[in-house]
T-cell receptor, first 114, second 113 residues
Framework: NAGVTQTPKFRVLKTGQSMTLLCAQD?????MYWYRQDPGMGLRLIHY???????AKGEVPDGYNVSRLKKQNFLLGLESAAPSQTSVYFC?????????????FGPGTRLTVL | GENVEQHPSTLSVQEGDSAVIKCTYS??????FPWYKQELGKRPQLIID?????GEKKDQRIAVTLNKTAKHFSLHITETQPEDSAVYFC????????????FGKGTTLSVSS
């Protein structure tokens, strides 16, 4: 079991470029999440999904889009990157449902926007 | 929506001392409160969690208490060790978002030997 994996691990973009971050999980989890982590700000929820084909906005969704076409994958897109999106991005997944709340995190993607 | 406040932001203790981190939440409908530990450069990992129908939970040197009336919960670490040094995050479930979590801003715990 690889658990939750993220691709890529590091990326440098120029302002205005686009990119997609890939999250994959092999635990058959229903729920998946994208967070960003900035110094002194904790983890902030960007978007999440409660099942294949569903997505919803979190605390800080502006400038990001997501898709969940397959249950095991959750993609985070930046259409036009800005320096304010420089951050470490974590994906997480959970089984879902009452009593199954534990979220398992991926290793993170460090994104720098110049 | 839910809002989680965490204090203190930094905490320094001597090895063997106890450490306490406190969090408050705003949404009385929240029902799940996990604590995550994040070592430098690593991913957050769950260390303990508590549900709203329980007042206290303990796992070896770690315990969490929950006061639903006051809407606050705390992490207690006893007999601290240098390997406990890390950033600790509390979180509360965002009821309207299912099991999505809203995190506090974190506490950097330093344990010196």
């Amino acid at each position: 079991n690889a658990g939750v994996t993220q691709t890529p691990k590091f990326r440098v973009l120029k302002t205005g470029q686009s990119m997609t971050l890939l999250c994959a999980q092999d635990m058959n989890h229903e729920y998946m999440y994208w967070y960003r982590q900035d110094p002194g700000m904790g983890l902030r929820l960007i978007h999440y999904s409660v099942g294949e084909g569903t997505t919803a906005k979190g605390e800080v969704p502006d400038g990001y889009n997501v898709s969940r076409l397959k249950k095991q994958n959750f993609l985070l897109g930046l259409e036009s990157a800005a320096p304010s999106q420089t951050s470490v991005y974590f994906c997480a997944s959970s089984y879902g449902g009452s009593g199954h709340n534990e979220q398992f995190f991926g290793p993170g993607t460090r994104l720098t926007v110049l | 929506g839910e809002n989680v406040e965490q204090h203190p932001s930094t905490l320094s203790v001597q090895e063997g001392d106890s450490a306490v981190i406190k969090c408050t939440y705003s949404d009385s409908a929240s029902n799940y409160f996990p604590w995550y530990k994040q070592e430098l450069g690593k991913r957050p990992q769950l260390i303990i969690d508590i549900r709203s129908n329980v007042g206290e939970k303990k796992d070896q040197r770690i315990a969490v208490t929950l006061n639903k009336t006051a809407k606050h919960f705390s992490l207690h670490i006893t007999e601290t060790q240098p390997e406990d040094s890390a950033v600790y995050f509390c979180a509360a479930s965002e009821k309207q978002a299912g099991t999505a979590l809203i995190f506090g801003k974190g506490t950097t715990l330093s344990v010196s030997s």
